[in-house]
């Protein structure tokens, strides 16, 4: 089923269902949730014992009978039931008892560029769990584009790079649609992975999540000046002891450039398929970071480097796309005509 610009407008809720968070925006009563996409459950009786940010903070901690489940997966809902029961206890019974008092609740959700019919389908059940009797699913990059203020309806080139935990989606819109596109398995997990290898082979060490995030965006940002050395705290991996040691930040750069580069190589593959004239467009304009991980430190002045081509980062880069759907709801852009996509 086709959908136009006036039926996303039609829509009062916007949600981003993304593997590291998922939001949900409702109109004219803005963000209502933006919390990790996690759940804590207790496997013996079924039981939601945590869910989003309480959740996150018990992964790796739990006993034997508590998983900690991620039901989205790479901008795919992988587990539609868990993700029902996740954004049910995100949302609350009072948006939720106002949700059941409209019979016709129409609801806009991201969905990722390349996702097949499977993908489509799974976050349209997910949100009927939630009482939508219809479901508009726009592109995430049109959503995130839109986000960032782009003029993706104009016949001019507009570059996004959209930067999420397990991947990352670059493309070129024009007249409101997607002129090429391409994606790479890279985002901020592909980073975590990097350094966690890195550290277990050169020091025999390894490290909690948080501080793996923290040694990745303090010192081991691509082009980024850091201390001669950085002290971390691990665990040993041959006695299971804490210890500590002295990481050389270049060391750990040099581990992340084959990821940078995977996306460097993205990039022009978009543009080896784009028509002169757009690539002469994004020349001047460049390109616009979006996703969470578009705020690692450094990636912007590599990618200027790779590309010669002006590089930002968004304002807010991890909530443009659905800033984006709500801009769509609220009706604040021209009206696009946007690719199809089944519900």
């Known amino acids: 089923m086709t959908f136009s610009h006036e039926q996303v407008r039609r829509c009062t809720v916007a949600v981003d269902l993304g593997a590291s968070r998922s939001r949900v925006y409702l109109k004219q009563a803005g963000l209502v949730v933006d919390e990790p996409s996690i759940v804590a459950v207790n496997m013996r009786s079924g039981a939601l014992i945590a869910v989003g940010s309480p959740a996150e903070r018990m992964a790796g901690r739990t006993p034997a009978h508590i998983r900690v489940v ?13 993700a029902q029961r996740m954004l049910r206890t995100m949302v609350g019974e009072k948006v939720r008892r106002s949700w059941r008092r409209n019979p016709l609740l129409r609801a806009a959700a991201c969905v990722p560029h390349d996702a097949d019919p499977l993908a489509r389908r799974a976050v349209a059940e997910t949100m009927a769990g939630l009482g939508a009797r219809r479901v508009e699913l726009v592109d995430t990059l049109v959503a995130a584009a839109v986000g960032c203020g782009l003029p993706v309806e104009r016949p001019e080139a507009t570059m996004v790079v959209s930067c999420g935990a397990a991947a990352t ?8 649609a997607i002129v090429a596109a391409a994606k790479v398995p890279v985002g901020g997990d592909t980073i975590d992975h990097a350094v966690v290898q890195h550290l277990r082979s050169r020091y025999e060490l390894t490290l909690p999540s948080l501080a793996v995030r923290a040694l990745h965006r303090d010192v081991a940002a691509v082009g980024l000046a850091g201390p001669v050395n950085t002290v971390v705290l691990g665990r040993d991996v041959a006695t299971g002891l804490a210890r500590t040691v002295q990481v050389d930040p270049e060391d750990v750069r040099a581990v992340l450039q084959p990821p940078v580069n995977m996306l460097v190589d993205a990039i022009r593959s978009v543009l080896h398929r784009c028509p002169p004239d757009l690539v002469a467009d994004l020349a001047d304009r460049g390109i616009m970071l979006t996703g969470g991980s578009a705020l690692l430190p450094g990636l912007d002045e590599r990618l200027r480097q790779a590309t010669t081509m002006p590089v930002q980062v968004a304002t807010d880069p991890a909530v443009a796309a659905v800033n984006g759907l709500a801009a769509l709801l609220e009706g604040r852009v021209q009206p696009l005509h946007l690719d199809p996509l089944a519900t």
Request: aromatic share 0%; proline share 5%; charged share 15%.
């Open 169 to 176: 989606e670059v493309a070129v819109l024009s007249l409101g």
């Open 70 to 82: 991620r039901p989205i997966a790479n901008g795919t809902v992988v587990d539609i039931h868990m």
